[in-house]
């Protein structure tokens, strides 16, 4: 687990946030590729990426204030954006939000191109998946297999075990729980190829979404 990347004072580069990004220019980058393979390119650039990043922030940012502080702290969280706190449902639809408006500008038909880049969605989503896991959240149940994973003491999950009298509040480790981001990770990869089939052989627009 390792949800601040680097921190210098009061200021740190979070990992959720960082996969939230790398995902987000993932999935802009290939679906704009495909996009070129098209005969006539719709007039989409890298800009959709811009729009998708600042409403999809803001989305993860307002769902995570109402939904965990209550709305009253709402102008105070998005002042200070850069103190983590996001929510991967509120930055989806506000991405989905921006991409739509900057479709919009440009004309070009939302079906047609949620199409060719809802697959590179679910590859970049399982990417942001991965910040959940260093992040140290979206956990499972506890797990007895091989492959279940122990985070440190400092983590909420402890805190959880113990409020549930599963451990003591002396323990040094919690129990270890399923790894549900990674599975979710697997899944999306899955899921990303399985689109990517039905993009081939879609029958009329809209089909893959």
């Given amino acids: 687990m390792r949800p601040e990347l680097i921190k210098i004072g009061e200021l ?3 990992s959720y946030v960082v996969c939230l990004a790398l995902g987000l220019f993932v999935a802009v980058t290939l679906a704009l590729r495909e996009n070129q393979k098209l005969p006539k390119p719709y007039p989409v650039d890298g800009k959709v990426g811009i729009w998708a990043l600042i409403f999809g922030l803001l989305g993860g940012k307002i769902y995570q204030v109402i939904q965990y502080e209550g709305i009253k702290n709402l102008p105070r969280e998005i002042l200070f954006f850069w103190a983590g706190g996001y929510v991967f449902f509120g930055a989806f639809i506000g991405g ?6 900057y479709l919009r500008r440009r004309n070009v038909p939302f079906l047609i191109a949620g199409d060719i880049a809802i697959p590179y969605v679910a590859l970049g989503h399982a990417i942001g998946r991965l910040g959940c896991f260093l992040n140290g959240c979206c956990w499972g149940d506890l797990c007895n297999f091989p492959w279940g994973v122990v985070y440190p003491q400092d983590s909420d999950i402890f805190d959880k075990q113990v409020i549930r009298h599963l451990i003591p509040a002396n323990a040094t480790m919690p129990l270890p729980v399923h790894p549900t981001p990674l599975y979710e990770i697997f899944g999306l ?4 190829f399985l689109l990517r089939m039905i993009y081939k052989n879609k029958l009329y627009n809209g089909h893959v979404l």
Wanted: charged share 0%; proline share 0%.
């Fill in 189 to 192: 990869i899955f899921i990303f």
């Fill in 96 to 101: 989905l939000i921006g991409v739509w408006l």
């Fill in 12 to 14: 740190a580069l979070h």
